[in-house]
C-alpha cells in the first residue's frame, strides 16, 4: 500500500528502457494525434458548431495535439541530453546545468507541458457539462 501512495518519481516526461520502449511510447503520441485529428475534422463537417459543448470538445482536440507535439517533443530532446546536462536527476529539485544552449532550452520548455493539459481538460469538462445540460433539457421536453 506505501509503494502506491508515494511513489519515487511522478514526472510528466517518463524515460522508458531503450530502445523499444521510446519507439512504442512515440508511436502512441503519434496515433493519439491522429485520433484527435479525426475527431476535430469528424465534429466539425458533421455536427452543429453552434452549440458550445461541440466548440468546446475542439478546442480539447486542439489542445490535446499541441500537447502531444510538446511531449513528443520533450522524449526526442530528453535523449539528447547527458547525464551532466541534468543535476539532482529524478528529484523534485532538478535542475539544468549550466551553460544552457538551445536542447536545454527547449527541453525546459517541454517540461511545461501542463500549460496545454490543464486548459485541454478543462476544455474537455465544459464541453461534457455542456452536454449533459442539454440532454437534461431534451428528457424535460
Known sequence: VITCT???????????????????????????MAALGYLFWHTRSTQDLAHPGW???????????????????????????????LLDKNSWTERLS????????????TKMDHFLIVPALGALVLSLRSFYHEARRGEGR
Open 98 to 109: 549550466q551553460p544552457i544552449n538551445f536542447i536545454k532550452g527547449l527541453y525546459f520548455i
Open 55 to 85: 466548440k468546446y470538445l475542439q478546442l480539447f482536440c486542439l489542445l490535446m495535439i499541441c500537447w502531444n507535439v510538446l511531449a513528443f517533443t520533450g522524449h526526442q530532446v530528453l535523449e539528447m541530453l547527458g547525464p551532466q546536462d
Open 6 to 32: 508515494l511513489p519515487d518519481s511522478a514526472w510528466a516526461l517518463q524515460s522508458h528502457g531503450p530502445p523499444e520502449g521510446l519507439y512504442v511510447h512515440q508511436m502512441a503520441h503519434i496515433l493519439f
